[in-house]
């Protein structure tokens, strides 16, 4: 049994972030809902460094292999998860999980009284994940 690590990402992870930022959004072409969000969600590629340095990145890990990430905005009091991805053969083991509880205590550490964040029509997955953490739906833009 793998236990979930998760931890604020560091610029040495970039490379690896940009990497599974391509295989996510890969992941939602053809997805109801995944053409409009990738064109209305530009890829960040250069735009990790910023959010690592604002401790705004996190990433879960097997050793020193990145199999998710997670990042995260803040505005007044509302966190905002922007992108959460566990690559295919790491799901069912706990890292989204891991992922969310994580970015629920930088929130907290931030002064956040609300976390928010998305998901596709018909992704039940992470649906799911955000139901777990306590992140239910309050908004569907149709």
């Not at 997670?70 to 905002?80: D, E, F, G, S």
Request: aromatic letters at 4%; glycine letters at 10%; charged letters at 25%.
């Amino acid at each position: 049994m793998i236990d979930p690590t998760v931890r604020r990402a560091a610029q040495a992870d970039i490379a690896q972030l940009i990497e599974l930022e391509s295989e996510a959004r890969a992941s939602l072409i053809g997805q109801r809902g995944g053409d409009r969000w990738l064109a209305t969600h530009p890829a960040r590629r250069d735009g990790w460094a910023e959010s690592v340095a604002d401790s705004g990145a996190l990433v879960a890990h097997i050793g020193d292999v990145i199999v998710g990430y997670l990042a995260i905005v803040r505005t007044a009091q509302i966190a905002r998860v922007e992108e959460v991805y566990v690559t295919p053969g790491a799901r069912e083991v706990g890292f989204g999980d891991a992922l969310l509880e994580q970015a629920s205590e930088i929130a907290r550490g931030w002064g956040c009284t609300i976390i928010e964040g998305e998901a596709l029509p018909g992704d039940r997955e992470t649906k799911n994940l955000y139901e777990r953490a306590g992140i239910t739906a309050r908004l569907i833009v149709v």
